[in-house]
């Protein structure tokens, strides 16, 4: 019988039935967050939230936008309010829905350092003025070349920052399958990759993928 393939899941919370190799350390870089003059706050990962909340807990005082069901489930869970949640995670329609449903508003994006889409300067040609405030960067984990995931093994990516991480640590095996989190990300794999974008953009989705894979003779 076949040795069922390994599933590596790169994201920082480990998950049953996958090998943890997290990718990504987070640093808060905030030691308070300017609320003056904004009505209503943005946040596109999880870890925006739990930064927010460790700088300055009255962010739950304001209405939330959150880009993810990840993300609105930390909001609610930390005690925040999401009163939208886009149909679109990236680019030019999350910007185009935020245009039409929040002008009126004063929208606060506590964002990372490094972002993959700048969506203040496509806001601005909305003629809406985002206002923004780093409030946490990431940074690459280091392994060592003994670490590298198994050869035939399954790598769950879930943003392009793991893809970037893990491309820092190990030379890209053409025996590896990619499951990606949504096609934001699969852009960032390596050339001629194997790959499948999970059906739903969420941790989940892609774990039942990588079974699927790992069950199958893909």
Known sequence: MQ??????????????????????DFTVTADQIDFAQYD??????????????????????????AIGS??????????????????????????????SFF?????LYLRPKEVSFDSKTFLNKE??????????ETSCILYTSKEKPVAGAIIIFTSPSTIHCFLKNFKWDESYTAVVIGNATKVHLPMHAKYVVADEPLISACILKAKEIANSSF
């Open 40 to 65: 209503t706050l943005i946040f596109t990962s999880k870890q925006a939230v739990v930064c927010a909340d460790k700088i300055d807990v009255s962010w739950k005082n304001y209405p939330c936008i």
């Open 103 to 107: 002008r009126e508003r004063k929208l």
């Open 127 to 136: 003629g809406i003025d985002l206002g923004e405030q780093i409030i946490y």
């Open 70 to 99: 990840a993300t609105k489930k930390q909001i609610e869970d930390l005690g925040g309010e999401v009163i939208y949640q886009p149909s679109s995670f990236y680019g030019e329609q999350l910007s185009r829905d935020i245009a």
């Open 3 to 24: 040795k069922q393939s390994a599933i590596y899941l790169l994201s920082p919370t480990p998950k049953e039935d996958t090998i943890a190799l997290p990718m990504i």
